[in-house]
């Protein structure tokens, strides 16, 4: 595909281009004798779907910061999904998880071992494409990681905890989800040679539409997504405090907070319905869907001084998208 053909691409385009690019990158490691055995396992959830929200997000913000050659921020966009990627795999075996996607986990097939290993594999790959580029971005990319090795330590901390807050979870969600959306976005613009006002202005746009992102998944992790690969209430089930649990523990009293505070504890597919009962009780679901707004409306807030273009009006729609998948 011809760089200046960039100019008339959709969101499905783009997004079939960062599958081509991920089937070559997996095409080229299996010819090797050294990655073929662990890429041949690692493949498996590479290759499995997803939105591919971020290196989509990393080529329009290239784009949008001024950038002429989508192919000098392809690296970059990679390495975010090989990233995310990685993270996904180790999730999976702290959780336990036996679905990703709609399919069997790594570990569920291959066993902990070869899931650790093929997680540590997919940061490497990762972190080799970000390399290519300056150290501002090598050092973007690094925080990213550190942020998310954070929050997941954060997140541990807080399993089974009905006392955690909301600001205990934004720490959580910052680090293991808005923070690498702000940086695969300020990052593209920095490969684009832009100004920092206008990396600065992807950054907050990234932030806020990943904390809009986690809140909609936690949100249809309780009501139900068939998108979203796995089973209703899986969080519930690992004991993460996602934030409309944490609203309702707050706003509801005496016998309904007790009863929450059974059904959390002693949590089973048999009380989901009751789980969401309470939830609804307490507001819980409107008020997570009115900080989604929030989020989406400050995401575009900071990108409503960057020049028009197709790409900004795709990075609009991606929010507006998020959005809309609670409704």
């Given at each position: 595909m011809e760089a200046e053909k960039l100019e008339s691409m959709t969101l499905d385009s783009i997004k079939n281009l960062i599958e081509d690019s991920i089937e070559e990158l997996v095409l080229?490691?299996?010819?090797?004798?050294?990655?073929?055995?662990?890429?041949?396992?690692?493949?498996?959830?590479?290759?499995?779907?997803?939105?591919?929200?971020?290196?989509?997000?990393?080529?329009?913000?290239?784009?949008?910061?001024?950038?002429n050659n989508y192919r000098e921020a392809l690296d970059l966009a990679l390495s975010s999904e090989l990233v995310?990627?990685?993270?996904?795999?180790?999730?999976?075996?702290?959780?336990?998880?036996?679905?990703?996607?709609?399919?069997p986990t790594i570990h569920s097939t291959y066993g902990t071992s070869h899931a650790i290993i093929s997680g540590d594999y997919l940061f490497a790959l990762g972190f080799e494409l970000a390399a290519k580029y300056d150290e501002r971005v090598v050092g973007k990319v690094r925080d990213s990681c550190a942020g998310i090795?954070?929050?997941?330590?954060?997140?541990?901390?807080?399993?089974?905890?009905?006392?955690?807050?909301?600001?205990?979870?934004?720490?959580?969600?910052?680090?293991?989800?808005?923070?690498?959306?702000?940086?695969?976005?300020s990052s593209a613009a920095m490969v684009a040679g832009s100004r920092e006002e206008i990396s600065d202005a992807l950054w907050g746009y990234g932030i806020e539409l990943g904390r809009a992102f986690q809140l909609v998944d936690d949100i249809l992790d309780l009501l139900g997504d068939e998108l979203m690969g796995?089973?209703?209430?899986?969080?519930?089930?690992?004991?993460?405090?996602?934030?409309?649990?944490?609203?309702?523990?707050?706003?509801?009293?005496g016998a309904d907070r007790d009863q929450l505070r059974d059904v959390l504890t002693n949590f089973g597919d048999d009380r989901l319905h009751e789980?969401?009962?309470?939830?609804?009780?307490?507001?819980?679901?409107?008020?997570?869907?009115?900080?989604?707004?929030?989020?989406?409306?400050?995401?575009?807030?900071?990108?409503?001084?960057?020049?028009?273009?197709?790409?900004?009006?795709?990075?609009?729609?991606?929010?507006?998208?998020?959005?809309?998948?609670?409704?």
């Open positions: 080229e490691k299996m010819s090797s004798h050294l990655d073929k055995p662990v890429m041949s396992i690692a493949s498996e959830v590479l290759l499995g779907g997803g939105k591919r929200y971020r290196p989509i997000l990393a080529i329009l913000s290239y784009k949008v910061a001024g950038g995310h990627t990685a993270t996904l795999v180790h999730d999976d075996v702290y959780d336990q998880s036996k679905m990703r996607r709609g399919k090795a954070s929050g997941e330590i954060l997140q541990f901390e807080h399993i089974h905890d009905l006392n955690t807050s909301p600001e205990d979870y934004y720490k959580i969600i910052d680090g293991k989800t808005a923070g690498p959306f702000a940086s695969g976005c796995k089973p209703r209430g899986t969080d519930v089930h690992e004991g993460k405090m996602t934030l409309p649990i944490i609203y309702a523990l707050t706003m509801l009293h789980l969401v009962e309470l939830l609804e009780q307490a507001g819980s679901f409107e008020y997570a869907k009115l900080l989604v707004s929030n989020h989406v409306e400050r995401a575009l807030d900071h990108i409503k001084e960057l020049p028009d273009s197709e790409e900004k009006e795709m990075l609009t729609e991606i929010a507006l998208i998020s959005e809309s998948r609670t409704n």
